[in-house]
């Protein structure tokens, strides 16, 4: 069952502008040491702070909030599966949000895709709910 849909896009010129501008002090905000340690070992380090931004965005729409009530940009973080499949790891706050839109007794799974064509980047996030396994 899906419990919420995402989108985001992004400009990439905007986030290396605003990396720029700020450097660590943005990127240490926003990203996690994991999605850090992704994007440098990219050729395309500001294109894959891009996507990333705009998964996060998507999640928070996903999750119903948007980025207020207290969901932090570091509680959603990008992490790929082995086969590339992008996917998001959230605590905090948005782990708590997502467990409550949970009916009883369902697992969530977060489908995630991101791309880039620039000067854009674009994610969706659909949350699912799957269900017990009988």
Known sequence: ?????????ANIDRIAGTIERFGDRFINRVFTEREQATANRRRETIATYAK????????????????????????MGVV????????????????????????PGHTPHMH??????HPWAQAFVVLEALPPNK
Do not use: F
């Open 80 to 103: 790929n599966l082995r086969t590339g499949q992008p996917t998001m790891e959230l605590t905090g706050w948005a782990y708590d949000r997502m467990h409550a839109l949970m009916p």
């Open 1 to 9: 069952m899906i419990i919420g849909i995402g989108s985001d896009l």
């Open 52 to 75: 990333r931004w705009a998964a996060k965005e998507a999640c928070s729409k996903a999750l119903g909030t948007g980025l207020r009530m207290g969901i932090s940009w570091k509680d």
């Open 112 to 117: 995630v895709t991101i791309t880039d064509d």
